[in-house]
Nanobody, 121 residues
């Protein structure tokens, strides 16, 4: 129901845009989030956007470099990643939940399968 795309191998300083196609009914009622999991680490929150698109929230290390957006007409969510660093290397997951607090806590109802982003130095 959530399918990520746009990952790949890039160099430090490059940009990449992840996309998430969502097939949930009533998509515009869901808050959406991006999470990531690096090798040997736990999955962590990256960014979230509320159902209306009016509110966004970012993890401190990506704030100002990553930007989340959504297109409710197309059932899509995006993560624009700029000035990528090697420490951004991870599997990135798209997720959805009707509850904003659960999105921020990573306790989301729906998850994509994840997509690899690798940033070389």
């Amino acid at each position: 129901q959530l399918v990520e795309s746009g990952g790949g191998l890039v160099q430090a300083g490059d940009s990449l845009r992840l996309s998430c196609a969502v097939s949930l009914p009533f998509f515009s009622e869901y808050n959406m989030g991006w999470f990531r999991q690096a090798p040997g680490k736990e999955r962590e929150f990256v960014a979230a956007i509320d159902w209306s698109g009016a509110n966004e929230y970012y993890e401190a290390s990506v704030k100002g470099r990553f930007f989340i957006s959504r297109d409710n007409a197309e059932n899509m969510v995006y993560l624009q990643m700029n000035s990528l660093k090697p420490e951004d290397t991870a599997i990135y997951y798209c997720s959805a939940d009707s509850n904003w607090a659960r999105i921020l806590a990573g306790m989301n109802a729906y998850w994509g399968q994840g997509i690899q982003v690798t940033v070389s130095s």
